[in-house]
T-cell receptor
Framework: NAGVMQNPRHLVRRRGQEARLRCSPM?????VYWYRQLPEEGLKFMVYLQKENIIDESGMPKERFSAEFPKEGPSILRIQQVVRGDSAAYFC???????????FGPGTRLTVL | GESVGLHLPTLSVQEGDNSIINCAYSNSASDYFIWYKQESGKGPQFIID?????DKRQGQRVTVLLNKTVKHLSLQIAATQPGDSAVYFC???????????FGGGTRVLVKP
């Protein structure tokens, strides 16, 4: 029973490039959450999605960041025109329902040069 | 606004002893709490959860206590083992919405 899958595990981008982070939820989970973590800090909520719908994007920066969870395929977190401040670990979590425990993937560590 | 905080940033424990990690939260409307364990380079691992209609829940070697009166959450680890060395986060969910708000984390170091 595979857990939450994320890829790539490590991503290096130069300033101005685009970063695409992928997340496949656990089997049977239709709720996906994205969080960002800076070194030695807790995770910060970014966005909550269900299939084809963004439910809560209150933690997402207004510019350059977008997320989707299509009917088929993984959830994608997209960061356009990356800046050094975007360097962080990005974690995806999934849950089978809206009021149930969230299970995290291994994360994608983004480094912006 | 919602916030979750921890009293101790680092906890050193002798192997075999019990560990207690504390967490304070500020949102009295929070209805669901989770403890996560995060090892270096890995994602948070679900340990145990508790809902606001309970004050205690036990798992394997772990117990979570919830005191809603003083908005305090604790995680007790029995017979701490070297594999328990990690950073532990408490997280809370408000009654409205499904996002988790995380505390800053407590590092647990188990001494052999």
């Amino acid at each position: 029973n595979a857990g939450v899958m994320q890829n790539p595990r490590h991503l290096v981008r130069r300033r101005g490039q685009e970063a695409r982070l992928r997340c496949s939820p656990m089997k049977g989970h239709s709720h996906v959450y994205w969080y960002r973590q800076l070194p030695e800090e807790g995770l910060k909520f970014m966005v909550y999605l269900q299939k084809e719908n963004i439910i809560d994007e209150s933690g997402m920066p207004k510019e350059r960041f977008s997320a989707e969870f299509p009917k088929e395929g993984p959830s994608i977190l997209r960061i356009q025109q990356v800046v050094r401040g975007d360097s962080a670990a990005y974690f995806c979590a999934s849950s089978p329902g809206p009021d149930l425990g969230q299970f995290f993937g291994p994360g994608t560590r983004l480094t912006v040069l | 606004g919602e916030s979750v905080g921890l009293h101790l940033p680092t906890l050193s424990v002798q192997e075999g002893d019990n560990s207690i990690i504390n967490c304070a939260y500020s949102n009295s409307a929070s209805d669901y709490f989770i403890w996560y364990k995060q090892e270096s380079g890995k994602g948070p691992q679900f340990i145990i959860d508790i809902r606001s209609n309970m004050d205690k829940r036990q798992g394997q070697r772990v117990t979570v206590l919830l005191n809603k009166t003083v908005k305090h959450l604790s995680l007790q680890i029995a017979a701490t083992q070297p594999g328990d060395s990690a950073v532990y986060f408490c997280a809370e969910k408000g009654a409205a919405g499904n996002k988790l708000t995380f505390g800053g984390g407590t590092r647990v170091l188990v001494k052999p």
